[in-house]
């Protein structure tokens, strides 16, 4: 039942641009005890079908810069190829620190995001 609810709420997390794989792999890994790299396999795999389907949304809804969205993939790409040989490579608990800093330096930035607006609206 735990999975689902995972599952359901990563994906609707997911389906808003904020994140949802973030969520499922601290929650596979927090709550069911995943190890790091088995989470985020489970990720990856949650990536694509949440993607496409946020794609054909946004397809439908003229909301795609094309030129940009096939720049940014590309690179991204490039860059999911080099972490994942990277991520292979790691220990299992480097990568959960490693994971925690990035984690954090997001929340960080979301944070001093949410003051700036803030004090822009006051």
């Known amino acids: 039942m735990l999975n689902i609810f995972i599952g359901a709420i990563s994906g609707l997390v997911s389906g808003m641009g904020?994140?949802?794989g973030t969520i499922l792999i601290l929650?596979?890994?927090l709550f069911l005890g995943k190890e790091q790299h088995i989470a985020q396999g489970a990720n990856l795999?949650?990536?694509v079908p949440t993607s496409i389907v946020s794609i054909f949304i946004n397809i439908k809804q003229k909301l795609i810069k094309w030129k940009t969205g096939l720049i940014v993939a590309g690179?991204?790409?490039i860059g999911a190829t080099i972490g994942a040989?990277?991520?292979t490579n790691l220990d299992t608990g480097k990568l959960k620190t490693y994971f925690g800093i990035f984690l954090l330096i997001i929340a960080g930035i979301e944070i001093i995001t949410l003051i700036n607006k803030y004090k822009k609206k006051n």
């Open 18 to 20: 904020m994140g949802g």
């Open 27 to 29: 929650c596979l890994s």
């Open 45 to 47: 795999m949650f990536f």
């Open 75 to 77: 690179f991204g790409t």
């Open 85 to 87: 040989m990277i991520s």
